[in-house]
């Protein structure tokens, strides 16, 4: 008896470990690929979803890896919010970026709101679309990963909203950098309409780079707003649910509270705070880390990506993409005219 309780323990080790180190092979030929000519426009965090979802196509779930792969798709994802918050530089906002943030809520409220009237006219799914549309506001899969838990979002859905905004997001940024040269911007407006208008971080450096480091910083800056305004929107999106709950009767509509935001928050306090002023640490050691986020981050998705069938997805997320394209093609325009 005592030999086959053993035997059961090192069985479920040997499938937390084969299932966290399937998710990162996958992330591994992910990473890979993503530095192919052609594919290094489209991002590891693209290439590795959808090598997921092909994985799942042709040879199934991995049933026996569940539990190692839902600890990439949970733990680890909530691992990569925290470490996320580094990447936001609260002080520098405060200072600089005041302005810009009054473009980013705008920005935000306009992808939300816009993305649910489409969905709503176009019968598409609710909760696909509103992932899709806090997406496009806020910072991409980032985004998408940070309010899932507190939306009670089906895992499927937010790899495939991750997946999409991913592709989307790729395409405009690629679509800026080649018109950029034929519009009548100065290098710090084509800066600012690339870090408002974009879908998340890598797209607006992507974008904003060939027009220089200033226009690049302006970029990043109005993009940093976004992902700061992540922070009270999660807050608002839990007083919404909560309220939802009570009007629905939902006797299971309390909302866990989701820690990783306070960690997400303290990483960015530290990182605006503390790095580089009480402590310094190498660039090359914060590149690094920043490397290990997204890596990580890559992962979680894999883990998600497992549960997309190609049949909900032509069924489901056409209609969401729709709208989310339809948004993403508008905000470019008024915020290109509001320059």
Known sequence: MTDTLTKRKSFSLGNWLGGIGFTFVIALVGFGLSKVPGLDHVGQLACAIILAVIYRQIWGYP????????????????????????????????????????????????????????????????????????????????????????????????????????????????????????IPLTAMQYGIWSGVGLHEIAHVALAGAPAGPDALAIALLAKLGRVFLLIPLSFILMYWMKRKGKADNDSDSKIEFPWFLI????????????????????????????????????????????????????????????????????LSVITYFTM
């Open 63 to 182: 049933e026996k890896l569940r539990i190692g792969i839902q600890f990439s798709a949970k733990r680890l994802l909530r691992l990569a919010i925290i470490l996320f918050g580094l990447k936001l530089n609260i002080d520098v906002i405060l200072h600089q970026g005041l302005g810009l943030l009054v473009r980013d809520v705008g920005t935000i409220v306009f992808a939300i709101f816009l993305t649910m009237i489409l969905a709503k006219l176009f019968k598409a799914d609710a909760s696909l679309s509103l992932l899709l549309g806090i997406g496009t506001g806020v910072c991409g899969a980032a985004a998408i990963a940070a309010v899932s838990p507190i939306l009670k979002a089906k895992e499927e859905d937010t790899a495939m909203g991750a997946g999409i905004i991913a592709l989307v997001g790729t395409i405009f940024a690629i679509v800026y950098t080649i018109i950029r040269p034929f």
């Open 263 to 330: 960690g997400f928050i303290i990483m960015s306090l530290f990182g605006s705070y503390i790095l580089g002023h009480a402590i310094t640490i190498p660039e090359g050691v914060m590149n690094g880390v920043s490397f290990f986020t997204s890596f990580i981050l890559t992962m979680a998705m894999i883990g998600l990506g497992l549960n997309v069938s190609l049949k909900d997805l032509r069924t489901k997320a056409l209609r969401p993409l729709l709208a989310m394209a339809i948004t993403s093609v508008l």
